[in-house]
């Protein structure tokens, strides 16, 4: 059976599965919009500055290119104190996140930030570090952040200066360099790290490439996992998984057996059942194919895992799309792999779009469409939709051929494939294949680095 024949099996699979689900549940989190007010809900709670009565809005969204979050509201009509706070509601993710920006203009200031409870900030200009879970969630700005910072230094500066004169001046001190900050008399960068992975930083050029701000993940140690209430049993019978004999399970039980387990949908969060099937790729290697049908908003994913370890080299791919035949060529994606379009100066992460095999053309047609999305409809300015709509624009004359252009695909783990054209899968002439050696940094996200492959036994 072909891969092409395996992926449509288990899609099928996952489509009955979703028509025998006779429960229809309404998602939590629904994409945020102007018509929310029905989901808003309110909480009688106590003021914090007058300990009245106020009330608390919650109202649970989705940011388009994010994730799911709570946008808390309170204010005490009494007092007239008002508070608001951001939580994230989606699952703390597999690897942390640490973004650096380097603020050189006035338009820097005004980039939005999504910083969750477990982000920490570093200035290192001004020796400015906010440590992780010191400040709650919030949507604010790189300007907001450090306006913030000069708010909770100035309270109770006048009784301070009665008190502790010395230590209000330093403090008076340290705040004119946070504001001169502001006046960017000189550039600074802006280091954001979240070990929960639910933190970002926004690109105004998106979906180009901001070369002011660089992104990276990493994997999380064993303190930051019990600081996020993560905790591993250490105890060998208290495993849930047990080792099997190296023959009681043999892999070609799996071929051909489709896998079922229970899971999320993606979309809504409401419960569904994803399809598992192993199967392999011609001049390739083995990969497990997972299909996904919501039976309550409809939603249907499909992904690609390699079967296999991480390769010795990481490996890239270069096409130059041309004609109609370029575009039906089969790909397969893996997770790590990262997409760029020099001809559109646009770049793609490895975790924008999740494996999946399909041709050039999907993926094409999945980049679009995760680009068109609500964030640069109806809450973006003019400059910024205009800006999106041109790019649009050329990307359809691309999927017309009206324009030519190369698709690098780059995979520091090598489990990525493109086919060639010719008979004996050995390059063609607008396929360029080259094998390379990991960077620190690349081995770094995928946690090699702190692999330890021989007598690890010894503090197991």
Request: glycine share 4%; hydrophobic share 35%; charged share 30%.
């Amino acid at each position: 059976m072909s891969s092409v024949d395996s992926t449509s099996v288990v899609q099928k699979e996952a489509d009955e599965t979703a028509q025998a689900t006779t429960a229809q549940q309404e998602p939590i989190f629904q994409d945020i919009n102007a018509e929310q007010t029905q989901e808003v809900v309110e909480i009688e709670s106590a003021c914090m500055r007058c300990f009245q009565s106020g009330i608390t809005r919650l109202l649970p969204t989705k940011i388009p290119f994010f994730r799911e979050v709570v946008l808390m509201s309170f204010k005490c009509e009494q007092c007239g104190y008002a508070n608001n706070e951001m939580q994230s509601a989606s699952e703390i993710q597999k690897s942390g996140v640490r973004i650096e920006l380097n603020v050189l203009n006035a338009s820097d200031l005004n980039r939005r930030v999504v910083r969750s409870d477990n982000s920490s900030i570093n200035i290192p200009e001004v020796e400015l570090e906010i440590p992780v879970q010191s400040q709650k969630g919030e949507v604010t700005t790189v300007e907001g952040i450090i306006e913030r910072t000069i708010s909770g230094l100035s309270q109770d500066q006048e009784k301070r200066r009665i008190d502790h004169p010395a230590e209000a001046e330093s403090i008076d001190a340290y705040i004119d360099r946070l504001r001169e900050l502001k006046e960017l008399k000189t550039p600074f960068r802006l280091l954001l790290e979240d070990i929960s992975g639910n933190s970002f930083i926004e690109n105004p050029l998106a979906p180009a490439t901001d070369h002011q701000m660089k992104t990276m993940h990493f994997a999380r140690s064993q303190e930051q996992n019990e600081l996020l209430g993560l905790y591993e049993q250490n105890h060998e019978e208290q495993h849930l998984l047990k080792p099997i004999a190296e023959d009681e399970w043999p892999i070609e039980n799996l071929h051909g057996e489709v896998l079922q387990f229970a899971t999320n949908c993606p979309n809504c969060t409401v419960p569904c059942e994803t399809n598992m099937k192993m199967t392999n790729i011609p001049h390739f290697k083995e990969v497990v194919i997972m299909a996904t049908v919501c039976s309550s908003c409809g939603h249907k994913t499909n992904e690609v895992k390699s079967g296999g370890g991480v390769e010795p080299q990481g490996i890239r791919f270069k096409v130059r799309i041309a004609d109609k035949e370029d575009l039906t060529r089969d790909v397969l994606k893996s997770e790590t792999c990262s997409l760029a379009i020099p001809e559109l100066d646009m770049d793609v992460g490895p975790h924008a779009l999740c494996g999946r095999f399909t041709t050039v053309e999907g993926l094409l047609v999945a980049m679009r469409e995760q680009l068109d999305g609500t964030m640069f409809h109806d809450s973006a300015d003019e400059p910024s939709k205009q800006h999106m709509q041109r790019f649009l624009n050329t990307f359809d004359n691309v999927l017309k051929m009206k324009e030519v252009i190369t698709l690098v695909l780059t995979d520091p783990a090598g489990n990525t494939y493109v086919q060639s054209l010719r008979d004996d899968d050995e390059p063609d002439d607008k396929l360029t294949v080259e094998r390379y050696d990991r960077t620190y940094e690349d081995n770094e996200e995928l946690g090699l680095n702190d692999m330890k492959t021989e007598n690890y036994e010894q503090n197991a």
